[in-house]
């Protein structure tokens, strides 16, 4: 037997005997079938994350077997190994508090087993970043490969899909516009394919990321899951990926500090999801590259809203592949991008921009002189309300409420919200601000998509559609209003947020990046000192959720768990 440490021969196991330890382990594998060839080829392994529970991934099969020929027709041997897959919709408290877990999965499996490069198989919002965090850590040529997004299907004649268009009918269904039968009919229609949501939500948000940060073939991030070009796509990237062995085409290479910034302007160009900020965070944090809140603001400053799609503007994810994907975004952000960066082509991303097919006649990506949103789709605030960052995604807010002062109406949890929010007693007036506290990476525990807060029942059967909510939750990106998000330090820490109450006034002010809590300092000291912490969470002395508790860190860090960043 050779003495290569490649392929086959990496990491071996330890019995103490490496000789041993591979004839063993060839013993094993060839009751796969493989021949000697085979297994004396430049091993790919491919990340599977389908799972039954995942409609977002009911294609992963399919898209393995796509890379899986693409691997062979380079001359390697493709290997899939499982990676556990998260859905937001199947994942209790949420997704965000398995996305670690998976990262820690995906890093460990990458390094355990013997592969000379990795395909990575994600699509629903937490899958993407974790796969790539978990490369990142482990640092061998890896390549990902998006499952797309789903089609849109027809509710009575109008075009509808997830989810924001779910909570569009959600609100008619609190309002009193629509019945429990329609709601009931229209979840035949909200997901009508396999495939990610199809809105500019965060499973779009980090396949477009992915894409322009370079970790992605061009042209991946926005095939629909079910069209044949997905399956040619996954077949470049099995080929890509044998090459990127040879080449030792790390994610170190590729995920540079420029890198990141060329994601983060491609952030705000596309009114992208605010979780999109927090997983560039965490990825970039995993090479100890540092996303810093106040440039992503100034970036933000330069480059306007170009991207017609829910919930910022009208169209779906299937209307930008139309359009040309990233490609005219690319196009128009050219002059905004550093073009020198690597990307898993082993080509830069100038010249991919020089290589991309020539523009044709679409309306859904706009120009830099006549965008969909004059400011970028996200600001940073802060102010005494939040001395670490708080985030708007403005692009997706109601214009008229972008400077506002209100008096809060406050939600100690999402259990308090739940029990009084709909009280047809509430007093609340549509000029209030809603807060919800204890709702941050530890307060819930777990930070969950639940700072899209819902208007007060009394209020929306009036019609009232937004008003300012505010909270160290975060949303989903399919949503929409006038919400600030990921409140930093969170209150379940004893950050401000923890002192706002009741009938106190908030002041927002977006044109000046600031949020502030109306009340004297003095007041505020007395409250610091009477403040207790929350009651621990059920379960959290054992398992992973003690884990969590102890090493997550806060939003500005992408609530990464600490030793996970270098
Ligand atoms: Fe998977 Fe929206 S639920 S992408």
Not at 6 to 27: C, M, P, W
Not at 340 to 356: A, F, K, M, P, S
Not at 389 to 394: E, L, N, P, S, Y
Request: glycine share 10%; aromatic share 6%; proline share 7%.
């Amino acid at each position: 037997m050779s003495n290569k440490r490649e392929g086959i021969r990496k990491g071996l196991t330890r019995y103490g005997d490496d000789a041993f330890s591979l004839y063993v382990r060839k013993a094993f594998i060839k009751a796969m079938g493989y021949t000697d060839d085979a297994l004396e080829r430049p091993l790919i392994g491919i990340a599977n994350t389908y799972s039954g529970y995942n409609a977002c991934h009911a294609t992963v099969p399919q898209i393995v077997e796509a890379v899986k020929r693409g691997v062979m027709l380079a001359g390697g041997l493709p290997i899939e190994f499982p990676i556990i897959s998260l859905h937001e919709s199947f994942a209790f408290p949420t997704s965000m508090f398995l996305r670690n877990l998976m990262s820690i999965d995906t890093e460990e499996m990458i390094k355990a087993q013997p592969m000379d490069a990795a395909v990575l198989i994600g699509g629903c919002d937490k899958t993407v970043p974790a796969l790539v965090m978990g490369a990142a850590s482990a640092n061998v040529p890896a390549v990902v490969e998006v499952t797309g997004p789903m089609l849109t299907g027809t509710h009575h004649g109008e075009r509808v899909g997830a989810c924001t268009d779910c909570r569009r009918f959600w609100a008619k269904y609190r309002g009193g516009e629509i019945d429990d039968a329609e709601v009931e009919e229209l979840t035949n229609q909200l997901v009508p394919t396999a495939g990610t949501c199809g809105v500019m939500g965060t499973a779009s948000t980090m396949a477009l990321l992915t894409e322009a940060m370079g970790m992605m073939l061009p042209g991946g991030g926005t095939i629909p899951a079910t069209f044949a070009d997905r399956q040619r796509h996954a077949e470049l990237t099995g080929k890509r990926a044998v090459a990127m062995a040879a080449e030792g085409l790390t994610p170190k290479k590729v995920i540079t500090p420029a890198a990141v910034r060329n994601a983060l302007r491609v952030l705000q160009a596309i009114g992208g999801s605010t979780n999109g900020l927090i997983h560039m965070t965490a990825m970039a944090g995993r090479l100890g590259i540092r996303v810093d809140l106040d440039a992503f603001d100034e970036l933000g400053r330069d480059i306007p809203v170009l991207v017609d799609l829910k919930p910022s503007g009208q169209y779906y994810m299937e209307d930008l592949h139309r359009a040309g994907g990233l490609a005219p975004i690319l196009r128009e952000l050219r002059d905004h991008l550093e073009l020198d960066t690597l990307t898993v082509t082993g080509r830069t991303l100038g010249e991919e921009i020089d290589n991309l097919p020539p523009a044709y006649p679409q309306d859904v990506v706009k120009t830099v002189d006549a965008p969909l949103y004059p400011g970028g789709g996200m600001v940073i605030l802060r102010g005494n309300l939040a001395p670490d960052g708080a985030v708007i995604k403005q692009s997706a807010a109601n214009p008229s409420l972008l400077s506002h002062e209100g008096r809060a109406l406050v939600f100690s949890s999402l259990e308090d919200m739940a029990a009084r929010v709909d009280d047809p007693d509430l007093d609340v007036t549509p000029d209030d601000v809603i807060v919800l506290q204890n709702a941050g990476p530890l307060g819930a525990p777990g930070m969950p998509e639940a700072g899209y807060l819902p208007i007060p029942k009394k209020l929306a059967e009036q019609g009232v559609k937004d008003m300012v909510r505010l909270s160290d939750a975060r949303m989903s990106g399919t949503a929409f209003g006038t919400i600030i998000l990921h409140v930093a330090p969170e209150s379940a820490v004893g950050g401000p947020l923890a002192l706002v109450e009741t009938g106190d006034w908030i002041r927002l002010d977006v044109p000046n990046r600031s949020l502030e809590h109306l009340v004297e300092d003095a007041e505020l000291a007395r409250r610091r000192e009477a403040w207790t912490p929350p009651s621990a969470h059920a379960g959290a002395e054992r398992g992973y959720l003690n884990l969590y508790l102890n090493r997550v860190t806060q939003a500005p860090d992408g609530c990464d768990f600490d030793f996970l960043m270098p």
